[in-house]
């Protein structure tokens, strides 16, 4: 089980609600979503941009009369952006308390350091594969993040925040993922949201013309006692959630895209084993960061 609110300091009533911006389209509706989420929960919001002027130091060393200006200029477009970034999200809630936060620090280290003591981290992803935070710093932040890691998708549709819906939480029996099936419990008792509990029965390299070869009963029986394992003790501790049970031995990210068209988080763990292996660090997270219909939540144990 996670720790007691008590000893979480995810859950201390001053942990914010933390979002990374970096200038681009792809960080409004991670603003957007943040907001929401922070004035839902009575939380104070914190945009952070970071500058990384030590690359830009590498680069324009040798010119030391061109530093000062340029580092001038970063710090002068960053809190421009900052501020840019504050006034769409009071939009949302004219009483949320927004600070802001420029850095001169690489983004990733500053998301990382930042959500050591966030309620959760937020940053954005651009459709059709391309990422927000250049890519890595998202990788590096989802992969090295403390607590618990939205990634919010710009899909092009209107609804960039979906309310209804469940919770979708993939489950693969290893430990890392008890960090996203508590997450995924909390969340929807948060939302009100039933919960769905997905399990790929197995990894295998799948052939659509000998389907028959593979033992689907005994496997989907296998999978059943895993969610069964899994989910022990969370039920009991949440009572209110309502938990729907699916196995699958489809492709994983096949089965998690299929169900974030309906759900309003789709939630995995920092590692993977099993059918969902992986699923953080290889193609299947690197897929549903792209092209998930829904905000993305990567837990990791507190």
């Known amino acids: 089980m996670s720790a007691s609110h008590l000893d979480n300091p995810h859950q201390l009533a001053s942990a914010a ?14 603003v957007q979503w943040a907001a929401e989420t922070a004035a839902r929960r009575g939380r104070r919001l914190l945009i952070v941009h970071g500058l990384d002027l030590a690359s830009t130091q590498a680069v324009f060393g040798m010119y ?15 809190a421009a952006r900052l501020a840019c970034a504050a006034r769409s999200a009071r939009r949302v809630d004219p009483q949320l308390r927004v600070d802001t936060e420029l ?15 966030a309620h959760l981290v937020v940053l954005g ?12 710093t998202l990788l590096a932040v989802t992969a090295h993040g403390h607590g618990d890691i939205v990634v919010v998708h710009d899909t092009g549709s209107e609804q960039r925040t979906r309310t209804d819906g ?9 430990a890392e993922a008890e960090a996203a099936v508590g997450a995924a419990f909390a969340e929807a008792d948060i939302r009100g949201a039933s919960l769905v509990a997905v399990h790929v029965a197995a990894d295998f390299g799948f052939r659509s013309d000998a389907p028959e ?12 006692l895993v969610l069964a394992e899994q989910l022990a003790g969370w039920q009991e501790k949440f009572p209110e959630v309502e938990v ?37 660090l290889g193609s299947v997270s690197n897929f549903l960061v792209q092209h998930a219909h829904c905000p993305v939540m990567v837990a990791h144990e507190t």
Do not use: N, Y
């Open 17 to 30: 609600v933390v979002v990374g911006i970096d200038g681009s389209e792809d960080s409004d509706p991670a």
């Open 64 to 78: 030391d009369l061109l530093v000062p200006a340029v580092a001038q200029r970063l710090r002068e477009e960053g």
């Open 103 to 117: 850095s001169p620090a690489h983004p990733a280290t500053l998301l990382i350091e930042r959500s050591a003591s």
């Open 125 to 136: 992803a651009g459709p059709g594969g391309e990422l927000a935070h250049i890519g890595s």
């Open 166 to 174: 469940p919770v979708v939480v993939g489950v693969d029996g290893s």
């Open 213 to 224: 070869l593979l033992p689907v009963r005994e496997l989907e029986t296998a999978a059943q």
């Open 244 to 280: 729907i049970r699916k196995v699958s031995v489809a492709r994983p990210r096949t089965m998690l895209t299929a169900w974030s068209k309906s759900a309003q988080l789709l939630v995995v763990g920092s590692r993977g084993r099993g059918g969902f292996r992986g699923l953080l």
